[in-house]
């Protein structure tokens, strides 16, 4: 079966988590969304990259971002791993994540979704699930796709910034280059004219010269 592509409509499911049973759409309603699926529960790197998450849940809010993770155990083991999730932050604050964990440990979604990683097998030899990252525009559409094996913790700081420029670039006509941060300037895309970029960006646009001679290098102040 062929994965996800760009642009595809997410599968809407529903699924047992630890708020309860979850519809996926009816969960993120007009919101953008981030699903981000982890191995096991009790595991060292999903522990950190979960503490991680939790950390910057308000970041995600300000964005209007629903997170949503995914693991291959039972609502049980979620609300028992939480625990130490949160004893992890040292956060004594709340007792519970700020997102919902789905159990999936029938597998089905990993399956579904394509996550499974077929390196990396529990102890009577079941694929788990890689850790994958899905960002869902508030059309429901894909809008990016991540896939990390399970042994490499993901960044959560580099997933704030890539939603950043998704949102961001599903406004303006504009792309952001390597390494770009919210505030730095960015590129005007290459269907757009000369005459149309000056109309679009009245900041200014500047094109670097380059020994093709071909004027493609634009950059404007991001608007
Ligand atoms: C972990 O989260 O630490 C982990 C899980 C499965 C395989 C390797 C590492």
Request: aromatic content about 8%; proline content about 8%; some cysteine.
């Amino acid at each position: 079966m062929p994965g996800l592509l760009l642009g595809d409509v997410f599968p809407d499911f529903e699924a047992d988590s630890t708020v309860g049973r979850i519809s996926l759409h009816a969960f993120l309603g007009n919101s953008w969304g981030i699903l981000f699926s982890h191995p096991r529960d009790y595991t060292p790197v999903c522990t950190t990259e979960l503490g991680r998450a939790a950390k910057l849940s308000a970041e995600f809010s300000k964005r209007d971002v629903k997170m949503i993770a995914l693991s291959l155990d039972s609502v049980e083991d979620h609300l028992g791993w939480s625990k130490d999730i949160l004893a992890y932050n040292n956060d004594s604050s709340c007792n519970a994540l700020p997102f919902p964990i789905i159990a999936d440990n029938k597998r089905e979604l990993a399956v579904k979704l394509g996550m499974l990683d077929p390196d990396e097998r529990d102890k009577d030899g079941m694929p788990l699930t890689a850790r994958c990252v899905f960002v869902i525009g508030p059309d429901k559409r894909l809008k990016l796709s991540i896939l990390y094996p399970a042994t490499t913790g993901r960044n959560f700081d580099e997933l704030l910034r890539v939603i950043d420029s998704l949102q961001l670039t599903a406004q303006k006509r504009v792309a952001t280059p390597v390494d770009w941060k919210p505030g730095d300037n960015v590129m005007v895309v290459p269907n757009l004219s000369d005459d149309e970029a000056a109309s679009l960006f009245p900041s200014g646009v500047t094109t670097k010269d380059l020994p093709s001679g071909k004027k493609y290098l634009r950059y404007t102040p991001q608007p």
